[in-house]
């Protein structure tokens, strides 16, 4: 598995495109399409559950993906803990 995708988490669209290697447009329309993983909002920023992209990188024909449809708050993130060790 990656490295640089944390076992938990959430990471974000440069981190993804790192991994994956493929351009931003193709990824937005595979999430569009919800054939790739769905983000999770926080404010204006948008992120990826680790564990969903470490998923969709076993078996990039799944195309299940759960649709997030709450908003991620300050309050969630920081009541996750965010395992940053590679």
Do not use: C, H
């Amino acid at each position: 598995m990656d490295p640089n995708i944390p076992k938990i988490g959430l990471v974000k669209i440069k981190t993804v495109l790192n991994v994956i290697e493929m351009s931003p447009s193709k990824w937005w329309a595979g999430v569009a399409a919800g054939i790739f993983p769905q983000p999770k909002r926080m404010g204006a920023s948008t992120f990826w559950d680790a564990s969903d992209i470490r998923l969709f990188i076993q078996d990039p024909s799944r195309t299940n993906w759960p649709v997030y449809q709450t908003q991620v708050t300050d309050e969630k993130i920081n009541s996750v803990s965010i395992n940053s060790d590679v």
